[in-house]
């Protein structure tokens, strides 16, 4: 099925599933994401939000320009029935990228699988740039859907990890993180940890990714000199930030804005140090010392998506995936 002028392709959850796209290519992919950003060719404003008073919903909009695969696109999320079982919620997130040079519409799609995958691929860069020197031992904290493959993804780009450590308390979560450690490095195995003090003491990189029930809470005095903390979700203290030597940022604003959960009593925020496209690009350091204890919050930039899902598209388009729609016709 070849693409149209103006028609737009809509690639489902179910044409994105069935794509096949190595951990590596992924890496790759959202690491260009990071350097058109750096360089100034790929522009992401501040999202949109809109939440009801009584919280029934959130929904955000984001745009974006990805100056690498000169795309632009547009995110939406929408969350209902926040305060309901994961179960009766209703979540639905969408992509649709334009090409900036024809002008013609490439897909929409829906976005799940590019965010459980950008996450990931995103931490495992943190790590690769901030972690001490001869870094061996990963601890992810959470099974959920960006615990399931932070141990793939961290061995991605730290080959040398030995130990890889896992708090959850979810059997199914535990099953898939195991299944997900197999098909990638089916010669590794998760230690599952029930002391989780020890375990932090013994970690270089630490991701924390649960969800916000998680009874998980590692404080900033459980982590050795030299150990990397990455939040995701949830899983550490404000202790891990406010006590850091180095604090590293995807983005200092979007941490001021959803890390909220992190500030101190009185709402403050220790200063970014360094912001993350900029550490990728070599303008920035992560890590100035061995033995510093660095903090690095990782929250979705829309580029990252964009780029992403960009190469979903590519990949779809090529195996003739998805339905044509004459929406503008």
């Not at 013609?104 to 950008?118: E, F, H, K, V, Y």
């Not at 996450?119 to 992810?140: D, I, M």
């Amino acid at each position: 099925m070849e693409h149209t002028d103006r028609a737009l392709r809509v690639l489902s959850t179910s044409d994105i599933a069935g794509l096949e796209i190595g951990l590596t290519d992924v890496v790759s992919v959202v690491e260009q994401a990071y350097r058109a950003l750096a360089d100034g060719s790929s522009v992401t404003p501040p999202k949109l939000t809109v939440k009801p008073d009584d919280g029934r919903s959130v929904s955000y909009a984001m745009l974006g320009r990805d100056g690498a695969r000169e795309v632009v696109a547009v995110k939406t999320s929408y969350k209902h029935g926040l305060k309901l079982d994961r179960d009766r919620q209703h979540y639905y997130t969408a992509l649709t990228l334009y090409d900036d040079t024809t002008g013609l519409p490439i897909a929409m799609m829906d976005c799940g699988r590019i965010g459980s995958l950008r996450t990931p691929a995103v931490s495992a860069l943190l790590a690769r740039e901030c972690a001490a020197p001869g870094a061996r031992t990963a601890l992810v904290v959470g099974t959920g859907t960006q615990g399931r493959l932070a141990l793939p993804f961290l061995l991605t780009t730290l080959p040398d990890l030995d130990r890889l450590l896992l708090s959850g308390t979810h059997p199914d979560g535990i099953r898939a993180v195991r299944e997900q450690l197999a098909v990638h490095f089916p010669d590794r195995e998760p230690e599952l940890v029930t002391d989780l003090r020890a375990a932090a003491a013994e970690a270089d990189v630490v991701v924390a990714t649960a969800g916000p029930a998680t009874p998980a809470a590692i404080e900033g005095d459980w982590l050795k000199p030299g150990a990397l903390s990455i939040l995701v979700g949830h899983g550490i203290q404000p202790s891990t930030l406010h006590r850091a030597d180095r604090v590293i940022a995807t983005s200092a604003a979007q941490m001021a804005v959803t890390g909220t959960d992190m500030a101190d009593a009185d709402g403050n925020f220790p200063d970014v140090d360094a912001e993350f496209p900029a550490v990728i690009a070599g303008r920035a350091r992560g890590r100035l010392d061995p033995a510093e204890r660095i903090f690095a919050y990782n929250s979705g930039l829309v580029v990252t998506d964009i780029a992403l899902g960009h190469r979903f598209a590519e990949l779809a388009i090529a195996q003739g995936l998805g339905t044509e729609v004459p929406l503008w016709q």
